[in-house]
């Protein structure tokens, strides 16, 4: 994932241009402007082979006025350090933003967990742990899942934490299987909520959602859920893909038998009754709505020239260059921005940090109707600073967390 361009300077040139819009107090922006905290570990972990093999890991807290910081770990081969820097911060926004009270953080460790045993992913994930282990907590920072990580790693995380502390420390990472505290909801919780601001922005902007055509870039975790509650809506997948390569069939497919399709052949690129098509035709491919579900910055300004839709949902984080947003916002796209769109996971991962506290547990009806709660109230205040303030979704959304932001760091004492 390393850039041809520093992805932080996307993050403070979307800093920059609500904090222009808001007026905002130069203090408050210096303050988010850089993390509080960067973390780099060296993880030594035996292999199979009894070789000592040494992997880096970076843990980076952006913020924490709102609360304990909360971000995910990701596991790839090209982790570094200003993207790292950069999904913090948008975590730090995104929570602000949908009202919960943490700050922002994220994690990676640079390896390629599909050239790893299951004996090595665990010793890694067991060692990266304790090289971070005095810097998190349940009440300071808390871990969760991100691309190549998943319940079973949270597992590791929070019994290797739990033996460092000797004390069973559910509130430690979320994203956990339920038999040890995990939440009901919580797999498909990014998705959910995305489906929720795209149910409201098709509202608002009168796109009626039957027969919706939907484009998915990466059909991982976010981007599968996502066709999935798309198409309860009525709408139909005609594209995705993967890191392998891309399908498309104009009549739809059906998301779930796509998804078993990757389970049991570890990609969608050989999914039958379709066609094979490259990331940038799919990008580019007319349709009512593109869900980028992939990785950052993948729609560049030569891709959104040529985008063909009436709505993205940015189920990615940073999926869209900041040159590329001006292109689609000339061209009339409406973009849900990935701090409002992709916010229902760690809104979630607050109601499972929230049970784990309490140790006391919800049904998947509680935890799902809270999350609708939020979603619709936190689209529909960014919806009506857009239009109140005639700027961009993305803008608007900006807006809304940062006026949070700015007076949880006032009331402080942060700044006068
Ligand atoms: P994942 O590992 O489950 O899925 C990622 C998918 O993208 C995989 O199928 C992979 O093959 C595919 N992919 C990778 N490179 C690609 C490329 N160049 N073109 C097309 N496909 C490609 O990861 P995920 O958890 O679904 O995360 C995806 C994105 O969503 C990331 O940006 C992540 O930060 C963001 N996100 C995820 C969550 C969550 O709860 N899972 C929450 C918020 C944001």
Not at 111 to 139: D, H, M, T, V, Y
Not at 140 to 158: E, G, H, L, R
Request: aromatic share 8%; charged share 25%; net charge negative.
């Amino acid at each position: 994932m390393s850039q041809d361009f520093n992805v932080y300077d996307v993050v403070l040139k979307q800093l920059d241009d609500a904090a222009d819009e808001l007026d905002l107090d130069p203090q408050i922006k210096l303050l988010l402007k850089e993390p509080v905290r960067t973390l780099k570990v060296s993880i030594p972990v035996r292999m199979d082979d009894g070789s000592i093999n040494i992997f880096n890991g970076i843990r980076c807290q952006h913020n924490d006025a709102l609360g304990p910081t909360k971000g995910g770990i990701r596991f790839h081969p090209k982790v570094d350090e200003n993207e790292v820097k950069a999904l913090a911060a948008w975590m730090t926004y995104k929570c602000s933003l949908v009202g919960i009270p943490y700050g922002g953080a994220k994690g990676g460790v640079e390896c390629n967990p599909k050239k790893l045993s299951i004996g090595e992913l665990e010793r890694l994930s067991r060692g990266f742990i304790q090289a971070i282990s005095p810097i998190i907590g349940p009440n300071k920072d808390i871990p969760a899942p991100d691309v190549y990580t998943n319940s079973q790693v949270m597992s590791w995380f929070m019994d290797e934490f739990s033996k460092i502390k000797g004390v069973n420390s559910p509130g430690l990472v979320t994203g956990k299987p339920l038999v040890l505290g995990g939440s009901f909801g919580r797999d498909s919780a990014t998705a959910r909520g995305l489906m929720y601001t795209v149910r409201e922005a098709a509202k608002a902007l009168s796109i009626d959602l039957k027969g919706a055509r939907v484009v998915v870039q990466g059909y991982g975790n976010a981007g599968s859920f996502s066709a999935e509650f798309l198409h309860e809506l009525g709408c139909k997948i005609i594209a995705a893909n993967d890191s392998c390569g891309g399908v498309y069939n104009p009549k739809g497919m059906d998301p779930f038998k796509l998804r078993s399709h990757k389970t049991d052949h570890s990609t969608i690129c050989d999914y039958s009754d379709s066609e094979r098509i490259s990331n940038e035709d799919l990008l580019t491919l007319e349709c009512d709505i593109l869900v980028p579900a992939a990785l950052e910055n993948q729609i560049t300004p030569e891709i959104a020239k040529k985008v063909n839709c009436k709505l993205i949902a940015e189920a990615a984080n940073g999926p869209t260059t900041p040159d590329a947003d001006r292109i689609l916002t000339d061209n009339g796209i409406i973009v849900i921005p990935d701090i409002l769109a992709n916010a229902g996971g760690v809104t979630v991962s607050y109601f499972e940090w929230v049970q784990n506290m309490y140790n006391y547990y919800w049904t998947k009806e509680e935890v799902d109707s809270k999350l609708e709660r939020i979603m619709v109230e936190a689209f529909n205040k960014v919806y009506k600073t857009h239009l109140e303030r005639n700027v961009t979704m993305r803008v608007a959304a900006y807006i809304v967390a940062i006026q949070r932001l700015n007076e949880a760091m006032k009331a402080r004492g942060w700044v006068e």
